[in-house]
């Protein structure tokens, strides 16, 4: 079922959460709706469950007007960062409330339970308690509560944010298959940008309550709209005045037509990848990335002069002065998070 | 070395509180019997004693089941609902506690007064007595116990917070399904712990029980206000026989609350 | 890991830059209002805890604070405001004349005097108590914790007369106390023991050890320690649980009927004097007094208030 929202805003107090925003979610796609915390894209989940109120705009799910329904009569499910299990039930009473609630056949019940605990791989916990599950299991158990009502949209609040990273990693590839599986409308609200490139199949980007860039992965990360796109999706670094990302950037060892000369500063190895820092004059210092064989084969170090110039194909924007220069120690917001690492010189560790 | 402080300041303690409370208290049961069974059998055999209990069981129970409603109600609309004059309602919520019972007697009696209360002489008007009679003691019991719920409640509620009303909400439960099937099962022990203090307060009140109950013995005399009388009237046994009764029902009370507080801790831990 | 977790501060940051270009929709960003308040920032992405906004009143539960509002009223606010009134029916010098017959003004210095004694008792017994119980281990421990809550409990009249079998005419010790202001104290001290218990126990329980360790390291000896670490991070604790204690204290009346003799100018407090009052007729007077007992109570309501937010809400 399609989503769209029109020119929603929502304020709580003086804090304004969203500020005219409009999305349209196709049917049936997996959609991520990212940004940092606080900007606002909870709330716009929470408005299209009708768990919040927008102060002005329409929400319109399947093409019938939302925006007044209370949550009960939405038909959506929502799945919430904290599982909201229901701890007095077991984990199959937990996932057959909402069609207790409809007053199904408890034959039915039974049966719709038995196999959405399989779908979530969870048959062998139908007696256990909440409190007796792991984190991943409980969410687990919340995605098939949800789910057991058929709702025409999942929504789902940082559904993996309070697990640890293994964990969080499996349920992502999960998600996928569930969603290739399930083809239910199925948006989710993420501030980790490598989840949302992994598992999404149109990022919707929130910021400060606005939208800043809506599309595919490939689209965002290929064309970002904006310095805040490019930089919340990925590391950004500066040469020549454009914005860039330090693997689009060539070093060479010689000097060649449009290329920058610079200082290697230094040289870090992690794993397969050799993060480099070159002082590039009255600009600040360049951060690289390489391939541990590329740093080989260009044998340079620290102290050595290299050339730098943009790969093909190379995604850039222009740097706006005001937003990316880092002077002194607190990093503008558009560079801060991984831009901002990665111009202190691509030397946090990666994981 | 550093060892002596504590010991002594632990002998401390154990000495202020065995000295205070424990010894006293156990004197209660021991004095009940200090002339054997027979006097303890006959003041449970006195119809004025009978009737006072019965009386304090009315009023308390009465007093446990208006403050449950309304403690469930208004810790429901201060925790999950905004209006103007909230945090003046959580106040005044609070604010018999702080009130001198005899106090509370005495603004009951103003109001509620048969001669000259601002609402006691219109009801009279239409035969309800309030004050003198047991009306006024329910009213006197309740105002007394009013927090004990609500205070109880809304730390739970706090705690507990929205995800699971919103989760039950987005299933499909409408508002009183949600409070049946999710809020009301999560503030389970809180409600319990809450009643058992507002019932073991009430079963004790004394001081405005006295003021609006005219101490009428044989009609509105409760059980704390007979051992008052039987103490007065030097019949020892029977005071301490009836003294015994309620303590029993306080410390019944503090047992279940101690064990829900170990339950909880456990379920917390 | 390249997540970018971006935190609140630096959401919240009012200097935060304003960024140039276009975004996705096409909307100019460049006069971006800034937003303030980095609380609610970090409160409207929380999806735990406490909603962002509670919800204003449906319509049924406008109905039930109507009907919890009328009840509130009926049993507690009109019954209090009848009593100030009554008690300034008489003028101010009305007030002045019962505050100052003798009687009244002895029975009304005697429970302030007695309910300050208590209330310092408490303070040193009470915090005395709650480190016993939550820093000491011995068998046993459990048990005081559950004596701690028997005076909650007991009927006040009964712990008058419990008191009164240890300490009264037939004390297996030998000490008779009744009708003297001693008496009072120790009544008083039964009925105000876990207030002050109750409040500095938790926070004694949730204390960071830590700084303790620390300061011990820096060699600070025990007795410096409890002082200059400890005592600071209770203070707030221990004076609410003082107020709460002193509140009681001058409200109280069940437990002194029987063991304080009542001896008008001597160990009449002023509950007593009030129920004087009250049975020979004079509301007014008794309405008097009531006022001044509520005026206290609220202070106090008050300056616990202000402890509260001085000393900051635990969790």
Known sequence: MSIEIRDVTKTFGSFTALDDVSVAIRPGSLTALLGPSGGGKSTLLRIIAGLETADSGVV???????????????????????????????????????????????????????????????????????????????????????????????????????????????????????????????????????????????IVVISQGRVEQTGSPDALYDRPANPFVMSFLGPVTQLGGRLVRPHDIEVLGIEVRDAVAGVVADIQRVGNEARVRVGVGGAPPVAVVLTRAELRALGARVGDTVWLRLAAGAATLPVDDAAVAPSGPTLPAVAGGEGGRALAGASSPRG | MARRGPVVLRAVVIAYLVLLVAWPVSLVFTGAFANGLAPVLDTFRDPLVLNALRLTAIAAGWAVVLNTVFGVGVALLLVRRTFPGRRLLAALVDLPLAVSPVVVGLAIALVYGARSGWLGVPLANVGLDIIYSTPGIVLATTFIALPLVIREIIPVLEEVGTEQEQAARSLGAGPWTTFRRITLPAIR??????????????????????????????????????????YMNFDREGAFAVAATLASVSIIAIAIVGLLRARTERRTS | ???????????????????????????????????????????????????????????????????????????????LAAVIATAAAGGWDGVVRVLTQPQTAAAIRLTLEQAALVTVINAVMGTAIAWVLVRDRFPGRRVL??????????????????????????????????????????????????????????????????????????????WTVFRRIVLPALAPAIAAGAALSFARGVAEYGSLVLISGNLAMRTEVASVRMLGYIE??????????????????????????????VGGRRG
Not at chain 1, 127 to 156: H, I, K, W
Not at chain 3, 173 to 193: E, H, Q
Request: aromatic content about 6%; overall charge neutral.
């Open chain 3, 280 to 309: 020979g007729g004079d509301m007014a007077a008794a309405a008097v007094v009531a006022t001044f007992l509520l005026a206290i109570s609220l202070a106090v309501t008050l300056a616990l208030g202000l402890f509260n937010r």
């Open chain 3, 145 to 222: 914790d559950v004596v701690i809550d028997v005076p909650f409990a007991l009927p006040t009249v009964v712990a008058g007369l419990v008191l009164l079998a240890l300490y009264g005419p037939q004390s297996p010790l030998g000490v008779d106390i009744a009708n003297t202001k001693v008496a009072v104290t120790f009544a008083l001290a039964f009925v105000t023991l876990p207030f002050v218990v109750r409040t500095v126990q938790p926070v004694l329980e949730t204390l960071d050890r830590s700084a303790e360790d620390a300061a011990r390291s820096l060699g600070a000896s025990g």
């Open chain 1, 60 to 202: 319109t799910i399947d093409g019938a007007d939302a925006t007044r329904l209370p949550p009960q009569k939405r038909g959506v499910g929502f799945v919430f960062q904290h599982y909201a299990a229901f701890p007095h039930m077991s984990v199959a009473r937990n996932v057959a409330f909402g069609l207790e609630i409809r007053k199904r056949p408890r034959e039915e019940v039974r049966a719709r339970v038995d196999e959405l605990l399989r779908l979530v791989h969870l048959e062998q916990f139908g007696d256990r308690m909440p409190s007796q599950l792991s984190g991943g299991q409980r969410q687990r158990m919340a995605l098939a509560r949800a789910l057991a009502v058929e709702p025409s949209v999942l929504l789902l609040d940082e559904p993996f944010g309070a697990l640890d990273a293994k964990v969080r990693k499996e349920l992502r590839d999960w998600l996928r298959r569930l969603h290739d599986e399930v083809h239910v409308t199925t948006v989710f609200v993420t501030h980790d940008q490598e989840e949302a490139l992994e598992v999404a199949d149109e």
């Open chain 2, 189 to 230: 022990w809180g409600l319990v712990y809450g009643v058992v203090l507002c019932l073991a307060r009430a079963v004790g009140e004394f001081g405005a029980v006295k003021v609006v109950s005219g101490n009428l013995i044989g009609r509105t005399q409760t059980a704390t206000l007979t051992v008052e009388e039987l």
């Open chain 3, 1 to 79: 890991m390249t997540t970018p977790v971006r935190d609140d501060a630096a959401v919240a940051s009012s200097s935060r830059p304003g960024v140039a270009g276009g975004d996705g929709v096409g909307r100019p960003v460049t006069s971006r209002r800034r937003r303030g308040g980095g609380a609610r920032g970090s409160h409207a992405s929380s999806s735990r805890g406490v909603a962002p906004a509670a919800p204003p009143l449906s319509l049924g539960a406008g109905l039930g604070l109507g009907l919890a509002v009328l009840w509130l009223s009926l049993l507690v606010l009109l019954p």
